[in-house]
Structures are given as structure tokens and as C-alpha cells.
């Protein structure tokens, strides 16, 4: 009941004047309170429309625009706020905590002349758990344990470069989590094994203002396993890597028809791995997996399909403030669906240089998207370009 209140005095806090900013905030039990976000802003032209969004969404192709192209705009979308909340010790050496992070990437307030400058504030995450710093039970709303690494960049921030185009998959789901480390937290490597149970869901979702049983929730849970190692050695260089595994059915029928046949079963295997080195980064995230729609996999098309996708991204620091970066990725579902007709998206490219400045929380980078997306209907291939400039403040 205390998140409403906090979420609200933590937005206003960063209006005041700073003679009003140094005051205490004190929290309504004996927890301690952190508060993060980012404020990131962009402004960008483009020469075609893309899907999920345009600005700090943009990723496939939709609409190749032929003449007069280039058209800008801006967004500050990605800004974001997130509460996390320290708790005390309940049982033992088992501490509580909670989280709770908004950003705005919701609907616009309205349309007309003034909607595109009031975005709506959406929930992203937020849960408690129960930890005693080697074992920890989760539960409420969380990324799904397919959700891996993620590029770096200035302007993909809420959407992240290779999200439902490039072969980067996952979503945030309410469900349980259990995470055990098999080694000691602070060993030279670790090793994390961490396991979930969601609840479903699928693209007939009720257009309605209360949650209903689309056939993601008429059928079984998602169920997910991920191990993480990670090292470093005393001379800086730094790695990690990790193996997740998901399954869910869903009953197509949906509630009140029993009809085993018309049960669609979803799976993907998802592995990422990472090095830094010095003034050298490379990471990376490849899956391959069917019916994988719900996380943003086969281009976000939700079909019984199957397909894969891998994203590598390669950064080297030119100074202690300037660096450049490469990303590629990819999206490649079949042509087809299990029963044999053609998809509408059949394969999607992207590819990403971005030059940036970075001085402590501040950031800028210039970023250039090449993107092109193959389509079943004419045009059948379809590129677009987008040129963004952003900066981001993180605090």
C-alpha cells in the first residue's frame, strides 16, 4: 500500500529545488529505500515505419516509404524509475526485499496535436523475495529467464536492439522464481542455477479491462531453467555465459472444450556469452525454439512455427570517455507454420554502429539502424534507416 505514495514523492523529489531535494525520506517500516531510473531522450529522423514502434521502438520494417522519406521526431519514453526496497531480516538470516520499476512506454495520453509529448507511465517489474544472499525465492512480476544479455546502446534502453527482429527473446511475467548459487557468491567463478514457473499466455489475450483466459492461461504454466557462470581474472578481464531452457502448452480452444489435438506446445534453448577486456567488449545471445511468439521471437508473430535468431555486439573504448560499437542480429523463422501456410514475415536484419560519449551516469551516442525484413507480400523486401542522437542520464 506504501509504492503508490513513494512513487509519487520520488517523481516530485526531482522537480524541487536543491535546497528541498536534501531531505529525508522515511519509509513506513524498517527497510531502506533506493531509488534508480534513467532519463533518456532522443531525437531521430527515419526513413520508414517500423514495428512495435517508431523512435526509441523501431526494429522490423513494415513500410518501406518510396518518395519524400525522411521524416524526424523525438521520445524520452525510455525514461524510467525503479524502487527498490531493503528489508529487514524476517526469519533468521533470511532478508526480504521488494522492487518496483516504471517506465513510460504505455499508450499516448491522447492523439491530435498534443498526444505524442504526454506518454503514459507502464509497470515493468515488480516483486518481493526472500533471501539469505546464497538462495532466493521470488515472486510477482519478472523477466523471464529467456531474457539474456543485452546490447548495449543509447537509444534502445526500454525496447533493447534486437528485440523481436534480431534474435534477442523474453518478456516479463508474473510467476516464481527460486535462485541458488552452487558456488560461494564471492568465488573467482560462480555458478547460478535459477529456475521459474509463469503464467501463460498467447496472442487472443480478451480486449477487455480485466485479465482473461486467452489459451496461454487455459493451458499449462511456462516453466524455464537457466545456469550462469561468471569469472574475471587479476588482470581485468572479465566473462560470463549461460545456458536457459523454456516449455509452456497452450490449449488453443481455450476454457470449456477439451480437445488434446489442439494443444500447441512451445519451446526454445537460449545461450549468451560475454568478455571484456580491457578496452575490448563482445557478447552476444543466440536461440533456436518454436512457437515462441509470447517472447517476442519469429518477428512477434504467433504461429506454430519454428525458427531462430542471434544478436553479437563488439565494442572497443577509444578513450576514458569515447567508444565505439557494432551490433548484428537476426531473426529467421520457416517460411511456413506447422500446417503449411506461409507466414507474413520471414526473415528480419538488423545492424547497428553507434559512436559514444560517456562520463561517469552521462552519456551520448550518435546511432545509425539499418534494418530490412523480408515479407510473403510486396514489397517483399523491405529496408529502412533511422539516425539517432540520444543522451541518458543514469542515477
Known amino acids: 500500500m506504501r509504492r503508490t505514495p513513494l512513487l509519487f514523492a520520488a517523481i516530485v523529489t526531482a522537480t524541487l529545488p536543491p535546497a528541498v531535494v536534501a531531505q529525508d525520506v522515511k519509509p513506513g517500516g524498517d527497510e531502506t529505500i533506493t531509488i534508480r531510473g534513467i532519463v533518456g531522450v532522443s531525437m531521430f529522423m527515419q526513413d520508414a515505419n517500423f514495428g512495435l514502434g517508431n523512435g526509441q521502438k523501431a526494429q522490423f520494417v513494415t513500410d518501406d516509404i518510396e518518395e519524400d522519406a525522411w521524416w524526424h521526431g523525438g521520445d524520452a519514453r525510455n525514461v524510467r524509475l525503479t524502487l527498490g526496497f531493503n528489508g529487514p531480516e524476517v526469519v533468521g538470516d533470511w532478508r526480504a526485499n521488494a522492487l518496483v520499476e516504471a517506465d513510460f512506454f504505455g499508450l499516448f495520453a491522447s492523439g491530435g496535436a498534443f498526444g505524442d509529448e504526454q506518454p503514459i507511465p507502464r509497470l515493468r517489474l515488480a516483486w518481493a523475495e526472500l533471501t539469505n544472499g546464497r538462495s532466493t525465492f521470488r515472486f510477482g512480476q519478472d523477466f523471464s529467464l529467456t531474457w539474456g544479455y543485452l546490447p548495449v546502446s543509447t537509444s534502445r534502453i526500454g ?44 496472442v487472443d489475450e480478451p480486449a477487455t479491462a480485466d485479465d482473461g483466459a486467452s489459451a496461454g492461461e487455459a493451458g499449462l504454466p511456462q516453466f524455464e531453467a537457466r545456469i550462469d557462470l561468471a569469472g574475471g581474472s587479476r588482470g581485468g578481464t572479465s566473462w560470463g555465459a549461460y545456458l536457459a531452457g523454456h516449455w509452456d502448452r497452450k490449449d488453443i480452444d481455450g476454457v470449456g472444450v477439451s ?35 509470447h517472447h517476442f521471437g519469429h518477428i512477434v508473430q504467433f504461429r506454430d512455427v519454428g525458427g531462430w535468431g542471434a544478436w553479437a555486439q563488439a565494442g572497443v573504448s577509444l578513450t576514458d570517455t569515447w567508444s565505439l560499437w557494432a551490433f548484428a542480429g537476426t531473426d529467421d523463422p520457416d517460411d511456413e507454420d506447422e500446417d503449411g501456410v506461409p507466414l507474413e514475415r520471414t526473415r528480419s536484419i538488423q545492424l547497428m554502429p553507434m559512436i ?14 539499418h534494418s530490412r525484413t523480408d515479407w510473403l507480400a510486396a514489397p517483399e523486401e523491405r529496408t529502412g534507416n533511422q539516425i539517432i542522437l540520444s543522451g541518458v542520464y543514469n542515477f
Open 259 to 293: 480437445d488434446v489435438a489442439d494443444d500447441l506446445d512451445s519451446w526454445a534453448g537460449v545461450i549468451g556469452a560475454r568478455v571484456a577486456s580491457g578496452r575490448f567488449t563482445l557478447h552476444g545471445n543466440a536461440w533456436l525454439g518454436q512457437a515462441m511468439g
Open 356 to 369: 559514444r560519449w560517456q562520463a561517469n551516469q552521462l552519456a551520448f551516442g550518435l546511432e545509425w539502424l
Open 159 to 202: 525496447f533493447p536492439l534486437g528485440w523481436g527482429a534480431g534474435g534477442h527473446i523474453g518478456w516479463r511475467f508474473l510467476g516464481a522464481q527460486f535462485h541458488h548459487y552452487l558456488t560461494s557468491p564471492r568465488a573467482g567463478t560462480t555458478a547460478q542455477l535459477r529456475l521459474g514457473v509463469y503464467k501463460n499466455s498467447w
